[in-house]
């Protein structure tokens, strides 16, 4: 026996554990945990059942070896099975830089057992434990699909792993009709419902987990969902209508439908957790490339280049009066914020403008690097009796102009030069034979501080022919 997904995925075997447990629902008489042998069969096979737990072989009757050790090895993965508690799974890595809105659509309807709905509920809690819940990061809730559809708890009740957690293990089963039509109406209210603490400017994930099996439509309410940016994925544990499933699920299908058994949750666990994170992360507004003068904004492709345009404002958060506006044309998906304060954090609006689709602003918060020094390094070269040559280094966007003082030692006159941000040298002339000099460079940021670092400088007897030797730099006292 087999599982396969949709859309051509690879064929994966049951684990023979779960093999195991399935065999062992369909066989209770073999879990009562009772002393003595079984039943007559295991006798004649040789298998008893051991008082301290698990069968023993007795003996083998003629011709019948070959099918004690088939039945044998059976028994002992039933064994396994019947006897191990399912471990607590392993933590999973936190998925930070998450913020969303993600709700789960649950069957709660007559037609799924006890047993199923237990096991689902795992399924969502082992979906949800890496996130980060709060305010600014993923909130979740369910929605019960049954006669008359119900929201279990609002989005902002639970916003920690451990009352979550908690919330979802005190979930109760409805019963009545699959009315998951209904139940789609419902989300659609909910999702954009601040009394039911939903975000207006996050996005958007609905997760409907079914047994493939609805009394009434769903197809114009799960339209209606995603035309509003809602991604959709399915997880049918039954005989779903796989063209009814893949028409309801986000394009592509086979990103976001899935079939398998309950008691096989776990196999798409991890893949199904990737790709809501993904979705996540996909379509909110974020910053990239941060440095302590610039980042760059990515957000989805929402519109085309005649179908509307963007309207991004951006600003300190602790001074409103210094926000600016662009107007971005449709096409394009990324802009880059440059001249900007470092160590700052800057609140991001973009709205997109369109007669087509509504589409609700997307928001961020972006905090500036801590401002980059230079110079960090002054290098003396090429030195000759009347002229060296000054290098400095880092060059960076944030400095404005260079000056470099230079005057000899133990005093005298100095002199000025005026350097552009964009260069990292000059050469200094004129100068007095065998002179010791300190030259000095000082970086004129554009935000009005100034850095500066020196270093000792000799200049050649005009007899000397030698080539010119490095000088360590220095900061001044």
């Avoid at 699920?249 to 096989?264: I, Q, R, T, Y």
Wanted: net charge neutral.
């Amino acid at each position: 026996m087999a599982l396969k997904g949709v859309g051509g995925r690879k064929e994966r075997e049951f684990p023979a554990r779960a093999r195991a447990r399935s065999a062992a629902k369909a066989s209770p008489e073999l879990q009562d945990g009772s002393g003595g042998c079984r039943t007559r069969a295991m006798t004649e096979l040789g298998l008893c059942w051991a008082p301290s737990g698990g069968f023993k072989a007795l003996w083998a009757a003629p011709g019948s070896a070959m099918l004690a050790k088939v039945v044998f090895s059976l028994l002992l993965w039933l064994n396994f099975a019947a006897g191990q508690d399912t471990p607590e799974p392993a933590p999973q890595p936190s998925a930070s830089n998450t913020e969303g809105d993600l709700l789960f659509l649950l069957d709660s309807s007559a037609s799924v057992s006890r047993y199923e709905f237990s096991k689902v509920k795992e399924f969502m809690w082992d979906l949800l434990q890496p996130f980060a819940f709060g305010p600014r990061d993923v909130q979740a809730s369910i929605i019960h699909i049954s006669t008359a559809p119900s929201m279990e708890f609002p989005f902002d009740r639970h916003l920690s792993g451990a009352g979550l957690r908690g919330a979802i293990a005190a979930t109760r089963q409805r019963m009545g009709d699959t009315n998951t039509g209904k139940a789609l109406a419902l989300a659609k209210e909910k999702l954009f419902s601040s009394q039911a603490g939903a975000r207006p400017d996050v996005p958007k994930v609905l997760v409907w987990v079914t047994d493939g099996f609805s009394t009434d439509d769903i197809s114009e309410p799960m339209q209606l969902l995603k035309d509003m940016g809602v991604t959709v994925f399915i997880v049918s544990t039954g005989r779903g209508n796989f063209l009814q499933l893949s028409a309801a699920a986000s394009a592509p299908s086979e990103a976001h439908l899935h079939f398998v058994d309950v008691d096989d949750l776990p196999i798409i666990t991890p893949e199904l957790r990737d790709a809501i994170r993904d979705a996540i992360r996909a379509n909110r507004l974020h910053a990239t490339d941060v440095t302590s003068s610039s980042f760059r904004l990515v957000w989805p492709q929402l519109l085309a280049q005649d179908s509307g345009f963007y309207s991004l404002e951006y600003g300190p958060g602790s001074d409103p009066a210094a926000r600016r506006a662009l107007q971005v044309p449709g096409a394009r998906s990324s802009l880059v914020l440059t001249q900007l304060a470092p160590a700052t954090t800057y609140e991001v609006a973009l709205t997109p403008e369109s007669n087509v689709h509504y589409f609700p602003p997307q928001r961020t918060r972006v905090t500036t690097l801590p401002e980059e020094i230079s110079p960090v390094q002054v290098l003396i070269s090429d030195c000759g009796p009347r002229s060296l040559q000054v290098s400095w280094a880092p060059v960076l966007d944030t400095v404005a102009s260079y000056q470099v003082l230079y005057g000899p030692l133990p005093g005298g006159s100095a002199r000025l030069l005026q350097v552009g941000g964009g260069h990292n040298s000059t050469v200094l002339e004129q100068l007095a034979p065998n002179t010791t000099y300190l030259v000095t460079v000082t970086a004129i940021y554009r935000s009005g501080t100034e850095k500066s670092l020196s270093a000792k400088a000799c200049t050649l007897q005009a007899t000397e022919a030698q080539g010119s030797r490095p000088r360590e730099q220095h900061r001044p006292q």
